[in-house]
Nanobody, 122 residues
Framework: VQLQASGGGLVQAGGSLRLSCAAS????????MGWFRQAPGQEREFVAA???????YHADPVKGRFTISRDNAKDTVYLQMNSLKPEDTAVYYC?????????????????WGQGTQVTVSS
């Protein structure tokens, strides 16, 4: 499956962005989808994941501010980001995996998009 992430940009603290990740090539609805992020000099970290049935899991730093969702008819997963903070600045990656439940572990995801930059100014 091929993944194409979009929607990143520059936003002021407190603002919002919505990231999209369009999938193609295989049956999208059977995959667990995840969002990860990587800031300069830091390791890639889990942000959110959603199972094929719509069960979601969000990392503690973004809980209550970010929401992952998916539209199986459009083969697309979204990450709605509200109340953005400067520490949310990173390259955001979408990923697809074959696990039964939503996973927080990057090695459970076999397919990765190219990343989209999110920059939050203070």
């Amino acid at each position: 499956v091929q993944l194409q992430a979009s929607g990143g940009g520059l936003v002021q603290a407190g603002g919002s962005l919505r990231l999209s990740c369009a999938a193609s090539g295989r049956t999208f609805r059977s995959y667990v989808m995840g969002w990860f992020r990587q800031a300069p000099g830091q390791e890639r970290e889990f942000v959110a994941a959603i199972s094929w049935s719509g069960v979601t899991y969000h990392a503690d730093p973004v809980k209550g501010r970010f929401t992952i969702s998916r539209d199986n008819a459009k083969d697309t997963v979204y990450l709605q980001m509200n109340s953005l903070k400067p520490e949310d600045t990173a390259v955001y990656y979408c990923a697809a995996g074959n696990t039964v439940v939503a996973s927080t572990r990057s090695y459970d995801y076999a397919y990765w998009g190219q990343g989209t930059q999110v920059t939050v100014s203070s």
